[in-house]
């Protein structure tokens, strides 16, 4: 600050009328002697605090198209591009009373700031201006593609329960719903589905009619419609490129938007410019009940699937598992139809391109087993088997995480990482830290990441024809043995009978396991009779030469209450020699009631655990459960019996035998 000495002593600054304190020179100056320097760092290129928060985000959405924009060979400007892209979005989110999408935006609603590109409503009909509601003057805002980073911001910022764990994975709640609801489960039943879908009993597609799924669509898309902003995932499902669904998901969730981006297959930038019109898409209003006064409602949850119209619509549970899972079914009705195999199974590849799969009921273990360190994964619980081999239908995994522990499956706990969807589970509040063992909120905890956090994933996820079909079963009667080599016949009765059993909630003291048969070890998610299946997996375990196994990854020593769960250690020593081949020429002894062939010595397991027989201390109890469990299998076939397998009338015969005989 320059200051004078005026002639008549007095002491004066530059500006001569002293009305306050002197004024502060911020610009630079000719004088550069006068500015103190500091040369510590230059400082920030802005004007304002607006200006310096907005250097912080480097625009890298390509304003030029990656690729020469063409649309049917036809040239189109990026703006075209946008604006179609946006006139497909309110088109998906059309009402179907009022015959016009909503007016959408593309953007945060919270970034006033920019000024984004306006579609307007897509008009079917000329639309009466009298009829004209609130919804039709109003905006909603697509969050289209978003990444994890900012999925997580918003989450954090506007969903009750969102935190980041200390493992930088992204802890959720799904609300009143912690598993899926098969009993809420609808399918339009019309000209298309009426002859080739499983109906009637033991089907688990319940009917309703086309006018039903309008009325819970037109709720749905209102709801979504309603709101500020919705979020949009267009992604793909099935690696196999010849038989890739896109698929569109609309979403009211950061949490939903976010766990489809790690279950589906996230397309590369230029896939999504190209993406176009979806293949199917679901609407998920799931914080939005259903209305229990419309016709086949029998609850305030619905999961609708309209194979016509190519749509699902869900109201009324958050439960993400309900949307792959919807989805798998989709591709049940699909791929049959293209005579490829939908499979329920997980599968992985050896060093030597021997691929298996593991196919078992939610929690006998085909996640844990086909995450194995020594092999590559191709996928953890979706797959199609093809004419050129298996291909998974998913771009994630979602793993139960009650009791997971870093020593037992490493993998699966290094994958709950930053950009992980943590359902459900419980932390310390103060670190972060999540107790895997708690199970406050559920004991269906479940992590949902991209299969790359896998280190040896299969990327592209597709792989050469089985060698191993791995039968899973959680037995908690501990009964069935650890093990057993299973002929086509057998391989095929187990794979229908889909048995496991579960003990329900280990806290209000011991209950009896209860046995669950479920049809090709996935009924909640078949689209057509089992035998079809059954008939389409005979023909290519034939044709391919794969063997079947039965692993049983529940009780050993008694059931559930007096002995205890097969050692996960075990499991995967006998996984190991079926693998290897090592098992394939052990020796071998049959079991009484189901005849199954038990390998007498398997290294890493103690022997006397092979056969169950030999483990239970109460010999009379181990044949009366034994004879027990034989009588629900018997049962549970009886509806099955009238149906013939494939066109090989003997292979049908020889299906029937191979169940339990007593
Ligand atoms: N012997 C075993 N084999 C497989 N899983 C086991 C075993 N013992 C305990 N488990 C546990 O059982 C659960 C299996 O669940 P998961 O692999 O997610 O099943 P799925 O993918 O078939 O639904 C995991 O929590 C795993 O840690
Ligand atoms: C997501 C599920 O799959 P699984 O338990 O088979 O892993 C489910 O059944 O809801
Ligand atoms: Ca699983
Ligand atoms: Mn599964």
Known sequence: MASNVLGNGEFSFDNKRRTGLPKIQTQKTDDENVVCHDDSATPVKAQTLDELHSLQKKKSAPTTPIKSPHVFGVAVSEEERQKQQLQS?????????????????????????????????????????????????????????????????????????????????????????????????RVVRDETTEDDLWWGKGSPNIEMDEQTFLINRERAVDYLCSLEKVFVNDQFLNWDPNNRIKVRIVSARAYHSLFMHNMCIRPTPEELEDFGTPDFTIYNAGQFPCNRYTHYMTSSTSIDINLARRE????????????????????????????????????????????????????????????????????????????????????????????????????????????????????????????????????????????????????????????????????????????????????????????????????????????????????????????????????????????????????????????????????????????????????????????????????GVPSEILDPANTWPDKKAHKDTLLKLGGLFRKNFEVFTNYKIGTDGNLTEEILAAGPTF
Not at 106 to 128: I, L, N, Y
Not at 138 to 146: A, Q, R, S, V
Not at 562 to 585: C, E, Q, V, W
């Open 89 to 185: 979005i309110s088109a998906s989110l059309a009402s179907l009373t009022r015959e016009t999408g909503p007016k959408v935006v593309k953007g945060d609603p919270a970034r006033q700031a920019e000024t984004p590109k306006v579609q307007h409503p897509v008009h079917h009909h000329p639309t009466p201006t009298l009829n004209v509601s609130d919804s039709g003057l109003k905006f909603t805002h697509i969050l289209y593609n978003l990444s994890p980073a900012e999925l997580y911001e918003q989450a954090i910022k506007y969903e009750k329960g969102s935190f980041i764990t200390s493992s930088g994975a992204l802890a959720t709640l799904s609300g009143a719903k912690t598993g899926r609801s098969p009993r809420d489960k």
């Open 312 to 603: 699902m619509v869900i109201l009324g549970t958050q439960y993400a598992g309900e949307m792959k899972k919807g989805l798998f079914g989709v591709m049940h009705y699909l791929m049959p139809k293209r005579n490829i195999l939908s499979l329920h199974s997980g599968c992985n590849m050896g060093k030597e391109g021997d691929v298996a799969l593991f196919f078992g009921l939610s929690g006998t273990g085909k996640t844990t087993l086909s995450t194995d360190h020594n092999r590559y994964l191709i996928g953890d619980d979706e797959h199609c088997w093809s004419e050129h081999g298996v291909s998974n239908i998913e771009g994630g995994c979602y793993a139960k995480c009650i009791d997971l522990s870093r020593e037992k499956e490493p993998d699966i706990w290094n994958a709950i990482k930053f950009g992980t969807v943590l359902e459900n589970v419980v932390f310390e509040d103060h670190t972060r830290e999540v107790d895997y063992t708690d199970k406050s909120v559920t004991e269906n905890t479940r992590a949902a990441y991209p299969i790359e956090y896998i280190p040896n994933a299969k990327i592209p996820c597709v792989g050469p024809h089985p060698k191993n079909v791995i039968l899973l079963a959680c037995d908690a009667f501990g009964v069935l043995p650890p093990v057993s080599k299973l002929n086509l016949a057998q391989t095929m009765y187990h794979f229908i009978s889909g048995y496991t059993a579960l003990v329900a909630g280990t806290e209000d003291g011991i209950k009896e396991p209860t046995a669950t048969f479920s049809a090709c070890f996935g009924a909640a998610f078949i689209m057509l009779h089992p035998t079809k299946y059954a008939a389409m997996l005979a023909e290519k375990m034939q044709k391919h030469g794969a063997t079947g196994w039965l692993v049983n990854t529940g009780w050993s020593g008694g059931s559930y209450g007096s002995g205890s769960r097969i050692k996960l250690a075990y499991t995967r020593k006998i996984i190991d020699a079926i693998h290897s081949g090592a098992l394939l020429n052990a020796e071998y002894k049959k079991t009484e009631v189901f005849g199954l062939e038990i390998p007498t010595a398997l290294k």
